[in-house]
């Protein structure tokens, strides 16, 4: 992009990095040693619907694909469609960094066969090791970063806990510095057991 396309005001978006959803490989050890947090066997990708068959023929492509994977592999999935009107791909593993690579290439798909843009997040869920509340992690696809999300109940949230999260992984993982941006999450489909 040069000069004379920022002053016309036109810009392209940068595309995020996928590839710091790897960081959450590395950031587990911090995460279970220093703050005694342990991975749900559950990850979800959310996005939003596109009204096209192309859109849908993609969505079947993807869920063809993830049966094939599993296969080779020990993770399942299942779709969930919530009450906001998003879908969801849910992913199931006992292995969280098979969780993490496979968020990785639903994130890959959607990319590549141009729908990225409606992509919205993925959550990945943590709970404590005394089976606590889960608290969750949310990459923002826009951004490319990650945030804490703590929901303490219908449409509250514990926000010192979250910087106190934020805190604790600043050097792990690409924490979004916009604390507007940390946009709560609310009916997350994913199951703790």
């Not at 710091?20 to 947090?37: D, S, Y």
């Not at 869920?63 to 299942?78: K, P, Q, Y």
Request: with cysteine; glycine share 8%.
């Amino acid at each position: 992009m040069g000069l004379f396309d920022i002053i016309r005001g036109h810009r392209k978006p940068t595309r995020p990095n996928l590839d710091n959803l790897f960081a959450l490989t590395t950031a587990r050890a911090t995460l279970e040693v220093n703050l005694a947090l342990e991975p749900m066997i559950e990850a979800g990708v959310c996005f939003r619907p596109a009204d096209m068959a192309d859109f849908e023929r993609t969505v079947d492509d993807l869920h063809h694909l993830l049966e094939v994977a599993g296969r080779r592999t020990s993770t399942g999935f299942r779709a969930h469609h919530d009450d906001m009107g998003f879908e969801w791909v849910i992913l199931r593993d006992p292995d969280f960094e098979e969780i993490v690579t496979t968020s990785h290439m639903v994130n890959q798909t959607m990319e590549e066969q141009g729908y990225g843009s409606q992509l919205l997040c993925s959550v990945f869920g943590f709970h404590d090791s005394d089976g606590g509340a889960p608290i969750y992690l949310i990459y923002g696809h826009k951004r490319g970063t990650f945030y804490p999300f703590v929901p303490t109940g219908e449409n509250r949230r514990d926000n010192t806990r979250e910087l106190r999260l934020k805190t604790s992984l600043d050097g792990e993982l690409p924490i979004e510095p916009e604390l507007e941006r940390w946009f709560p999450v609310w009916g997350i489909p994913l199951s703790a057991d």
